[in-house]
């Protein structure tokens, strides 16, 4: 079946650098996505991964391995504003092309 | 990106009303948009993709004849939850599919719906 698995909260510190793994099982993959969601807002697009490797934009980065199943997000010099949940997402050929979502990680990132 | 759209933004009504959620794709036709309920802490549950011109696909548990979609046009879709209950209340969010950005999903800023 589908299944996404992320850690439903960590916590951090402010200018440090934290990673949010995602695992998955799907029998289509076709692309894995993290959003990142402030409370009580919608979800906004940070990274698409399709091969494997490391995708870097500024300062978070994306990294896939399929054979694993495997992603994670790294946010390095964290600020307050990354307080936020962020939900890891893959799209599967098999569900039509649907996100399949993780249920998100609460980031919390103190003083 | 994609610049989406939702209104109203906040809606409260009393049970048994029918709410109608507007989602516009302000700078880019959108022939699939997609519809989305999210309850407090809870993750994104997709209900439906509407397709421009045709019928929406329903996701299993969601009945089509409570929450009714129409997509008009290559910009509009709108999601209207007809007798709404109590049970009802959450946070609706469309997006659109960007084709030339692989699909990425861009999301509407979200309706949140409270039915007293």
């Known amino acids: 079946g589908q299944n996404i698995d992320q850690p439903t909260e960590m916590t951090a510190t402010e200018g440090a650098i934290v990673q949010i793994n995602c695992t998955y099982q799907?029998?289509?993959?076709?692309?894995l996505f993290w959003y990142q969601q402030h409370a009580g807002e919608a979800p906004t697009f940070l990274s698409y991964?399709?091969l494997d490797g490391l995708e870097e934009k500024g300062r978070f980065s994306s990294f896939l391995s399929r054979s694993k199943g495997y992603s994670y997000l790294l946010l390095k010099e964290l600020q307050m504003k990354d307080s936020a949940s962020y939900l890891c997402a893959v799209r599967d050929k098999k569900s039509n092309y649907q996100l399949i979502w993780g249920a998100g990680t609460k980031l919390i990132i103190k003083p | 990106g994609a610049v989406v759209s939702q209104h109203p933004s906040w809606v409260i009504c009393k049970s048994g009303t029918s709410v109608k959620i507007e989602c516009r794709s302000l700078d880019f036709q959108a022939t699939t948009m997609f519809w989305y309920r999210q309850f407090p802490k809870q993750s994104l549950m997709l209900m439906a993709t509407s397709n421009e011109g045709s019928k929406a696909t329903y996701e299993q548990g969601v009945e089509k004849d409570k929450f009714l979609i129409n997509h008009a046009s290559l910009t509009l879709s709108t999601l209207t939850v007809t007798s709404a209950h109590p049970e009802d209340s959450s946070f609706y969010i469309c997006?659109?599919?960007?084709?030339?950005?692989?699909?990425?999903?861009?999301f509407g800023p979200g309706t949140r719906l409270l039915v007293l």
């Open positions: 799907t029998s289509g993959f076709n692309g």
């Open positions: 991964n399709v």
């Open positions: 997006s659109v599919g960007l084709w030339r950005v692989r699909e990425t999903q861009y």
